[in-house]
């Protein structure tokens, strides 16, 4: 079907306030990742899903980020409390399996003023 | 730190051109990606090389892998303006994560 999508694609917010991002995946990837990208950097990974279960959220900077993924498709990238160093694009991804090649989705600009 | 690092930074050819990026990385990986990034727009996946490959071919790209010096090279034939983007690698470490470059901005003149 349709590729990954995103939205919202852009968000502006108060330092302070909290935000949620959604990802909808290809239909049939069990594998979903969060990337956080800042402007002229590479992607750089948060979290991994295999299946509903996070695989790895290593890469989560703090506990002020939380992700989900409760039916195994759709996932919701969570910030608290959220700062101007939030500020970034978020991208997400799914493939087929783990190790596949990724489809990313069009990102999500995260602006905290 | 960014597990795969691209080299050059930015590399202008003119339209015709070869263009042949660089990628190192630090640990032992099970694959290596390419992926292209136009200005703005998500992130395409161009090729992928398994640890036991060499080289790999697909239409005008090259990859090559030499895991004895943890690199990989992608080389783009006849470039064209419209491969006018970013590029960058990504590796699979042991565990979960993926680890992308810095990437190489790469500008073909028409």
């Known amino acids: 079907g349709a590729g990954v999508s995103q939205t919202p694609s852009n968000k502006v917010t108060e330092k302070g306030k909290y935000v949620e991002l959604r990802c909808d995946p290809i239909?049939?990837?069990?594998?979903l990742y969060w990337y956080r990208q800042s402007l002229g950097q590479g992607p750089e990974f948060l979290i991994y899903?295999?299946?509903?279960?996070?695989?790895?959220d290593s890469g989560l900077p703090n506990d002020r980020f939380f992700a989900v993924r409760p039916e195994g498709s759709v996932s919701t990238l969570k910030i608290q409390r959220t700062e101007r160093g939030d500020s970034a694009m978020y991208l997400c991804?799914?493939?087929?399996?783990?190790?596949?090649?990724?489809?990313f989705g069009p990102g999500t600009r995260l602006t905290v003023l | 730190s960014q597990q795969g690092e691209e080299d050059p930074q930015a590399l202008s050819i003119q339209e015709g051109e070869n263009a042949t990026m660089n990628c190192s990385y630090k640990?032992?990986?099970?694959?290596l990606q390419w992926y292209r990034q136009n200005s703005g727009r998500g992130l395409v996946h161009l090729i992928l090389?398994?640890?036991?490959?060499r080289e790999k071919h697909s239409g005008r790209l090259r990859v090559t892998l030499d895991t004895s010096k943890k690199s990989s090279s992608l080389l783009i034939t006849a470039s064209r303006a419209a491969d006018t983007a970013s590029y960058f690698c990504?590796?699979?470490?042991?565990?979960?994560?993926?680890?992308f470059g810095t990437g190489t901005s790469l500008t073909v003149i028409p």
């Open positions: 991804a799914s493939s087929l399996i783990w190790g596949n090649e990724q489809f």
């Open positions: 239909s049939g990837h069990t594998a």
């Open positions: 899903f295999q299946g509903t279960g996070a695989a790895d």
């Open positions: 640990t032992s990986i099970n694959n």
């Open positions: 090389i398994r640890s036991n490959e």
């Open positions: 990504a590796t699979d470490m042991s565990g979960n994560q993926f680890y």
